[in-house]
């Protein structure tokens, strides 16, 4: 344990960005001393610090001794579960899945609808690839039907545009994916704006979003990534009402719908993002913390008020040469450190990632009922 902990928030590299990383990539990098200290040492490198607002701190008393854990009331369904620090969001999206799987047969019987979700894939990322394929994987197993383009990286626009067409005025599908990120030579808004508002299950359409920053009005789809994570907080029992939560980073996709989520849950929010002066002062007050900022082990546990949970949205390929990949996914957050501090931790991989796979086909399954009126 203290070996693996050890090497898991000593110095990493990236390699490549992802979903969160991508979406925030500059905000990452000026936000971040590029390694994490070891675990437990009590100052930072010199030539790791970064500006000074955001230099690595020493442990208070309490972190480097905390007091015992605080234990989370599971969600009833999940009282089986040994270690409640640890969000399993694995096994919530199995049972999510598990759920919308009955609700599809029962659709398909009363009705005779399947519901449809369209993929469109634009470039030959392996990360988005191995996205699609996992999505795809997840359709199927919960018996929706699920419809795949894949264009080449030199496509232009207007292909794209046509496909998306045609996916709009199709009756047999319910929502439309266009895998992020685009090849740079698209305007991904001008694209992600073509996606008729009915079928974006990404709830990526601006009048979405305005929705859900609104008192009293309901957006068609809640984004992904964000309704998987607010799932998780109310599934392991976790409750936000008057809450203090701290949202860090501000992407369009996660942080920002994250912080409107949790306003309309009745938490108090601060977001804190790149130009954020002492970061850790504000996380240190937080009761639950959502991060996604896409940058590995930036999150420590001096950063962690005793009893807090912990939202990890970050999923960051670091070189690892034990791995049979090359790389391991670590999150925004020290995990070794965190578990000590806090009440409940997301693990990565195994948290918030299976939740977004889960709302994408959740957001499908609701699509498709307001279509053809079943509830
Ligand atoms: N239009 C669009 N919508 C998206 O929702 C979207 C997107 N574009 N582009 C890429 C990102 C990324 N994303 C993930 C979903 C699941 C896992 C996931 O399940 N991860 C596993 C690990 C998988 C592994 O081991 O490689 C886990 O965290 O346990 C990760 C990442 C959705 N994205």
């Not at 990539?25 to 936000?31: C, D, G």
């Not at 912080?259 to 954020?276: F, G, K, M, N, P």
Request: include cysteine; proline fraction near 7%; charge should be positive.
């Amino acid at each position: 344990m203290a070996s693996a902990a050890a090497s898991s928030c000593s110095s990493i590299s990236m390699m490549f960005l992802t979903h969160s990383s991508a979406a925030t990539s500059s905000t990452a990098h000026r936000l971040l001393p590029p390694g994490c200290l070891r675990r437990r040492r009590l100052h930072c490198h010199p030539l790791q610090m970064g500006p000074a607002s955001l230099r690595c701190l020493t442990f208070p008393s309490s972190a480097a001794a905390p007091s015992p854990p605080h234990v989370v009331v599971p969600h009833a369904s999940l009282s089986t579960e040994v270690n409640t620090k640890v969000i399993d969001g694995k096994a919530v999206a199995k049972q999510i899945r598990d759920e919308i799987t009955a609700e599809v047969s029962r659709m398909k019987e009363a009705i005779g609808v399947i519901p449809g979700l369209a993929v469109i894939l634009v470039g030959d990322r392996k990360d988005s690839a191995t996205y699609v394929r996992n999505k795809k994987k997840a359709c199927e197993s919960v018996g929706i039907n699920s419809l795949e383009v894949h264009l080449p990286a030199d496509s232009t626009e207007e292909e794209v545009l046509k496909h998306i067409s045609g996916y709009n005025d199709d009756p047999s599908v319910h929502g439309i994916l266009v895998q992020l990120p685009l090849p740079s030579h698209m305007n991904e808004q001008h694209v992600l704006n073509a996606v008729r508002i009915e079928k974006d299950v990404d709830g990526f359409n601006p009048l979405n979003i305005g929705r859900l920053a609104m008192r009293g009005r309901e957006p068609l789809f809640v984004p992904c990534t964000p309704k998987g994570c607010i799932e998780l907080l109310h599934r392991h029992g976790v409750s936000i009402k008057g809450k203090r939560a701290v949202v860090i980073g501000r992407s369009n996709i996660v942080g920002m719908p994250a912080a409107l989520l949790l306003q309309r849950e009745d938490a108090t929010v601060t977001v804190i993002h790149s130009r954020t002066s002492n970061p850790e002062e504000i996380t240190r007050l937080a009761d639950i913390i959502i991060s996604a900022v896409g940058q590995p082990n930036m999150v420590r546990g001096s950063w962690i008020k005793p009893g807090a949970v912990i939202i990890d949205v970050g999923i960051n390929p670091v070189e690892d040469t034990n791995s049979p990949r090359g790389y391991r996914l670590v999150g925004d957050v020290c995990y070794e450190e965190a578990i000590e501090v806090a009440s409940a931790v997301t693990p990565v991989p195994g948290g918030v990632g299976p939740m977004t796979i889960a709302m994408l086909l959740q957001n499908t399954l609701i699509s498709a009922k307001r279509m053809h009126n079943f509830e």
